[in-house]
């Protein structure tokens, strides 16, 4: 759905985005990454040691964008590792597990410390989507029920948030769709300030420009 065929001349055309996953280990964020990049699921649990790097060329808004995709090891000793590999990010995942109540707590603390550690480069804070993942495995109205995420997501300043599965697929588009939206609204803002400040640091006072004229002019008059 995302992947395209790049042909030669398009190579340097693309922009690179870097996209960091983080949350407590065990909550799928590799899982994650392999049903977005490779459309995969393993059963198979292995946990993240310090970090682990994927991209994929997408075009998103009629333009070609290379994501790189950075799975963080959710370990709570990581922090120093964390804000290390954050480095230059322009947008982030933080994940959850659904079937451990007490992880959504702790997306706030994964949040905060990169809050705290990067900017955007508008100097806001990085755009961060809060997802809950295997919701496969919660039965219930829990499952399908948002409104205690949404409530969560908004009280704690997330930019949106969604119930996912990497297991069936479940929002994991949604979830790039919804942050690439974030990421390139308020990249094209920061492009469109920066245009206004060269056009105006290029523009002449129309007074300064008429006495410099009228100087030359007598200069002249008087040779």
């Not at 804070?125 to 969560?152: C, H, M, Q, Y």
Request: glycine residues 4%; proline residues 2%; contains cysteine.
């Amino acid at each position: 759905r995302f992947i395209i065929k790049m042909q030669p001349q398009d190579i340097n055309l693309t922009t690179d985005l870097k996209i960091i996953i983080i949350g407590k280990s065990g909550a799928g964020k590799t899982s994650f990454v392999n049903k977005w990049i490779k459309n995969t699921f393993d059963e198979t649990y292995k946990s993240t040691i310090v970090s682990e790097y994927s991209s994929k060329i997408i075009k998103y808004a009629d333009k070609i964008y290379h994501i790189n995709l950075w799975d963080i090891a959710g370990q709570d000793n990581n922090a120093i590792i964390t804000r290390t590999f954050s480095k230059n990010a322009h947008g982030c995942i933080t994940m959850a597990d659904a079937t451990e109540p007490i992880s959504l707590q702790e997306t706030i603390k994964w949040k905060k410390e990169l809050d705290d550690s990067e900017k955007f480069p508008d100097l806001g804070k990085i755009p961060n989507i809060l997802i809950e993942n295997k919701v496969d495995l919660i039965e219930g109205n829990d499952a399908n029920d948002n409104s205690k995420l949404e409530e969560f997501a908004k009280e704690n300043g997330f930019d949106g948030c969604f119930k996912t599965s990497a297991k069936t697929g479940l929002n994991i588009n949604e979830t790039i769709n919804k942050l690439m939206s974030i990421i390139v609204t308020r990249l094209n803002s920061v492009a469109e300030k920066e245009n206004d400040m060269n056009r105006k640091s290029l523009q002449v006072d129309p007074e300064n420009h008429s006495e410099k004229d009228k100087y030359r002019t007598q200069q002249a008059g008087c040779c």
